[in-house]
T-cell receptor, first 114, second 115 residues
Framework: AQSVTQLDSQVPVFEEAPVELRCNYS??????LFWYVQYPNQGLQLLLK??????LVKGINGFEAEFNKSQTSFHLRKPSVHISDTAEYFC????????????FGTGTRLLVSP | DADVTQTPRNRITKTGKRIMLECSQT?????MYWYRQDPGLGLRLIYY???????NKGEISDGYSVSRQAQAKFSLSLESAIPNQTALYFC??????????????FGSGTRLTVV
């Protein structure tokens, strides 16, 4: 079975500081990986995705993530955060078998303060 | 108008009552999903439907049922609501093309409280 682990439930950071949100997955087959962002009182928006190819993927709002197969990780990074990045971030995985079902991590709340 | 519309946005209901959450989409997607979100647990899949004649249970289907009335409509029912079904419910859609995984489109959610 596949699973996704987001070890940090909450990450506080000051504005303009760098941030890394961690995501590890377990799967016996190849996977597709995603990061979603949920702003307060809104649904989920796709931030970025890894399907194949380059292991460094860039998303919206200056975020990027690196797929590391040996460490089964897909950590999300941003070199300089803004107050507006305060939100909950979800890592998700889907088996590379054609079934479009997403398994989500438990989420990491990013709190950016001035 | 939103691509994926959920109604109601908020609902408070009593234990034992039947309640239906509705989802409609204008994306033209084949596939529709219902998730629930609980603090600290992320999103968990309740039911999914790959087309009008195809309904599948997700990881937490007990206590829920669904109906795919049309390609664009997918409703979730709680036959007899209980307090631990208090959660934020999301409907999502995707198409069936090879890159559809990146096209999961979510509604804005329905916040359900069972008292």
């Amino acid at each position: 079975a596949q699973s996704v682990t987001q070890l940090d439930s909450q990450v506080p950071v000051f504005e303009e500081a760098p941030v890394e949100l961690r995501c590890n997955y377990s799967s016996s087959v190849s996977v597709y990986l995603f990061w979603y962002v949920q702003y307060p009182n809104q649904g989920l928006q796709l931030l970025l995705k890894y399907l194949s190819g380059s292991t460094l993927v860039k998303g919206i709002n200056g975020f990027e993530a690196e797929f590391n197969k040996s460490q089964t990780s897909f950590h999300l990074r941003k070199p300089s955060v803004h107050i507006s990045d305060t939100a909950e971030y979800f890592c998700a995985v889907n088996l590379n078998t054609g079934f479009q079902k997403l398994v989500f991590g438990t989420g990491t709340r990013l709190l950016v303060s001035p | 108008d939103a691509d994926v519309t959920q109604t109601p946005r908020n609902r408070i209901t009593k234990t034992g009552k039947r309640i239906m959450l509705e989802c409609s989409q204008t994306k033209g997607h084949d596939r529709m999903y219902w998730y629930r979100q609980d603090p600290g647990l992320g999103l968990r899949l309740i039911y999914y439907s790959f087309d009008v004649k195809d309904i599948n249970k997700g990881e937490i289907s007990d206590g829920y049922s669904v109906s795919r009335q049309a390609q664009a409509k997918f409703s979730l029912s709680l036959e007899s609501a209980i307090p631990n079904q208090t959660a934020l419910y999301f409907c999502a859609t995707s198409d069936s093309t090879p890159d559809s995984l990146s096209k999961h489109t979510f509604g804005s959610g329905t916040r359900l409280t069972v008292v």
